[in-house]
């Protein structure tokens, strides 16, 4: 009997220790085979992601603005998967690989690049190491350019060793779509110098100097200083990488020529109204000056004059007449309070109020462009009116989007924004900015072969959160035409807190005669003044 319970026993355990082993095998064959699976071959497998090749961005010539080039990233499975560099010249990976060329490899990649370093930096903007657009156009049209990336995955054996051929790829990469702008790297390359050389000039803290075609709307330049090498954009201060034609500002003395418009436009003056000649004006309990001294004719002047002396207690008087209510549908018609939509994300709509919350003193003082924030686009757009008999343009600086087997082509035209003045008063309108400028306050701007209409603007420079005015800060600015009677091209220059002169004359005009006047020959403009 005991031998017989013993072998009970035994038989027992055993048959307890094959369910044990089934289970066991259930367990690891049955319930945990893809887990498994998955983890031996994470233990010889690697997935790394390849960066598309990221599309192209020419100037409106064809020339190369951005582009990508081959890279290479080195890795090692010796020990254990690791990258040692990424996106390296492959010299530099050829030298890593020399090291140990059993357990060292490298795969190609792309690497964007900057070949005209500096030039348009806030417009073009940069990609990150993952190949996305992280500013400007590389930001705005990301979705176009950054294409689709790919995957590989290689293999080693148990000790770490790469098996031959097992590098393969198991989704292919797609080629981004091709970004051609506007801009003209030509004049762009004017304009940076022609700013660049004024900020210098005048210590100031920064600049921009845009130039737009006056009938289709494209930006042909758009200068901003300081900026950044976008090849090497982590060396930069961050606050340089935000393009600042984004931002709005308070225009100054070229938004008198809205005003000035408006009041054409409303009825409520015409070219033979006078003005009365005042050093001060009060409105709304605010005393309003001139920001220089006026030599005055008599106790009236004309319209001309007011804008040729940029004399702010008469444009008060046309806002007077106006009234807030016209004045602000006036405002609207050009589309300040809008954003353009020129093409780059982020654009700001500037500061209009409603009128009926107006304080009282805001009719007057927005006739010389202070309490309204406009951004340097949309001011460029409003005074296309005056070169388009009354019709406004869209500004747009993307020309076209393709992609490279030619199955996807976008262009871009261009497109009218609204009709603000009659043709009538576009032309009054010129002939104003043509006295301004041969015997105003812009004959600094005078060209010896083309005509030349325009607005001089020095604005203080307002504080932050609406808490008054810097003293002794201001923004010099000059916006202006040429040639006038067929206008081609428009131009605005600003210089944020010059030192020495705060003139936008001073300051802003011979900038502004430069850069048009090589722009127009560039551009085999026919002389208008011969």
């Not at 702010?312 to 809008?338: C, P």
């Amino acid at each position: 009997m005991a031998n017989r319970k013993r072998l009970y026993v035994l038989f027992l355990v055993i048959v307890l220790g094959w369910l044990l082993v089934i289970v066991r095998l259930f367990d690891l064959q049955i319930i945990k085979h893809r887990e498994l699976v998955n983890k031996s071959l994470n233990q010889r497998t690697r997935i790394i992601n390849l960066s598309a090749c990221r599309g192209d961005i020419y100037d409106r010539n064809g020339e190369i603005l951005a582009t990508s080039v081959d890279t290479y990233t080195v890795f090692t499975q010796k020990g254990g998967f690791r990258f040692l560099a990424h996106k390296l010249p492959l010299a530099e990976a050829e030298k890593l690989k020399a090291a140990d060329p059993k357990a060292i490899f490298f795969i190609k990649e792309k690497k964007r690049i900057y070949p005209r370093g500096r030039t348009a930096a806030q417009v073009l903007g940069f990609v990150g190491r993952d190949n996305e657009g992280l500013s400007g156009i590389e930001l705005s049209y990301d979705k176009y350019l950054c294409g689709k990336s790919g995957r590989v995955v290689t293999e080693g054996d148990p000790e770490g060793r790469e098996l031959y051929g097992a590098l393969r790829v198991i989704e292919p990469r797609e080629d981004g779509m091709n970004v051609t702008l506007t801009i003209d790297q030509n004049i762009q390359y004017v304009a940076e110098r022609v700013i660049e050389e004024q900020i210098s000039k005048y210590r100031a803290a920064s600049g921009m100097l845009i130039v737009m075609d006056a009938k289709t709307g494209e930006i042909l330049a758009l200068a901003s200083k300081p900026d950044f090498n976008p090849n090497e954009y982590a060396k930069a201060d961050r606050r340089l990488w935000h393009p600042r034609v984004l931002d709005p500002y308070e225009p100054g003395s070229t938004f008198k020529l809205i005003a000035m418009a408006a009041g054409l436009q409303q009825g409520v003056i015409d070219l033979n109204t006078k003005l009365k000649a005042l050093d001060q004006i009060e409105v709304g309990g605010k005393i309003i000056s001139n920001s220089h001294k006026i030599k005055w004719p008599g106790p009236y002047i004309s319209l001309s004059k007011a804008l040729e002396e940029s004399i702010n207690t008469a444009m008060a008087q046309i806002g007077l007449k106006l009234g807030s209510e016209k004045y602000y549908n006036s405002i609207k018609d050009f589309g300040f309070g809008q954003i353009t939509d020129f093409g780059l994300d982020g654009e700001s709509r500037g500061i209009v109020r409603h009128w009926q919350s107006w304080y009282k003193p805001d009719v007057a003082m927005m006739t010389f462009g202070q309490s309204i924030a406009v951004t340097p686009l949309q001011l460029l757009s409003a005074i296309s009116a005056f070169a388009n008999n009354g019709r406004m343009v869209k500004p747009y600086i993307i020309k076209k989007i393709e992609s490279v087997d030619g199955s996807f082509v976008k262009v871009y035209a261009n497109e009218e924004r609204g009709r603000p003045v009659s043709p009538k008063v576009a032309e009054e309108m010129k002939q104003l900015m043509s006295n301004v400028v041969v015997k105003g306050s812009g004959r600094k701007a005078k060209m010896q072969w083309y005509s030349v209409g325009g607005k001089t603007g020095t604005a203080q420079k307002a504080a932050q959160g609406g808490r008054g005015y810097l003293k002794g800060h201001y923004i010099a600015s000059f916006i202006g035409l040429a040639p006038l009677q067929q206008p081609r091209l428009i131009a605005l220059v600003i210089v944020d807190d010059p030192k020495g002169s705060i003139w936008g004359e001073t300051v802003c005009g011979p900038a502004f005669q430069e850069v048009v006047e090589y722009s127009l020959r560039y551009l085999n403009t026919k002389p208008d003044l011969l």
